[in-house]
């Protein structure tokens, strides 16, 4: 299938706030909790998301990477033209003064 990049970056920046909170709330335990997080996740026909998987991860945190998947599950993007689309995309943290 096809979806315009343009489109999923729309939506993905629409949610980043919930990818930061993912982050920020582990931030209180591990302050110095940083990396790098790609996530592979495919958009259905109806513009919804399945099967999230970590592509690869810096990130020493279960609880951010389980966050994070369980966020972009409930995403919505458009329907996909013919098809479902596969999507990998980066993530990367950075704690302030670092």
């Not at 790098?36 to 945190?61: D, E, Y």
């Not at 998947?69 to 980066?90: H, L």
Request: hydrophobic share 40%.
């Amino acid at each position: 299938g096809h979806l315009d990049s343009g489109a999923i970056q729309k939506v993905v920046n629409s949610h980043l706030f919930q990818v930061q909170g993912c982050y920020e709330r582990q931030l209180a335990s591990n302050p110095n909790l940083a990396g790098k997080a790609t996530f592979q996740w495919t958009i259905s026909l109806s513009g919804g998301v399945s099967g999230v998987r970590i592509a690869g991860s810096s990130i020493a945190s279960v609880e951010v990477m389980s966050c994070i998947q369980g966020a972009i599950r409930g995403w919505s993007f458009p329907k996909p033209e013919g098809g479902s689309v596969t999507v990998t995309y980066p993530f990367a943290f950075t704690t302030f003064g670092n």
